[in-house]
């Protein structure tokens, strides 16, 4: 199961919080094997890689509730939590950076923490995608709901690229390849 985490709405299309659900567009655009369809109170598509069968999800449920979502999907399709993924944004991360962990704390992440406490444990993967440190000026929710400028967007698209395919090395490979693969500059 690969979750992408993001707000529903076209108010929310391409704002940094949603670069999850970016990510995963992608990867069903490469992998997917069905039309998107509503369940969970998310949207699910599924592929295939390297002939095994992938869930890729994106809940709708707004950012910080997203736990309500995959919870359920997780469980439905008994999948274990070496099993599971989640990508979301970080702006602790240098713009375009991307981060892979085994497991963990939610950083600060609302969505992720939700997904961590309706599970009731952070032993799960978790791509973070840095969508750049907040300005001064700026209240940290203002500033994830933003879009990025001209050139972010050019190289934020780049990286949804690469996530995309550093998710299929994930799915081949496991968390550490992508680990020491995928966590350098």
């Keep these: ?47 295939a890689i390297e002939r095994q069968r992938v869930m890729l ?14 919870q359920p999907t997780r469980d439905f399709f008994k999948i274990e939590n070496q099993d599971l993924i989640v990508v979301c944004d970080d702006f602790n991360l240098a713009l375009a950076r991307i981060r892979y962990r085994a497991k963990g704390s939610s950083g600060g992440q609302k969505g992720l923490q939700d997904v961590i406490r309706r599970l009731g444990t952070d032993e799960f993967a978790r791509l973070r995608i840095g969508i750049g440190a907040v300005p001064p000026q700026w209240d940290v929710a203002d500033y994830v709901l933003s879009r990025f400028s001209g050139d972010d967007r050019k190289e934020i698209d780049v990286t949804i690229a690469k996530a995309a395919t550093s998710l299929a090395d994930w799915v081949r490979y496991g968390i550490d390849h992508c680990m020491n693969q995928y966590n350098g500059n």
Excluded: Q
Aim: overall charge positive; some cysteine; proline content about 5%.
């Design 1 to 47: 199961l690969i979750v992408g985490l993001g707000n529903p709405g076209r108010k929310y299309v391409g704002t940094r919080h949603n670069v999850g659900w970016e990510v995963l567009a992608e990867l069903a655009r490469r992998f997917g094997t069905t039309s998107p369809r509503s369940k969970f109170s998310g949207e699910i598509v599924e592929a």
């Design 57 to 70: 999800l994106c809940p709708h449920t707004y950012m910080n509730c997203s736990g309500t979502s995959v």
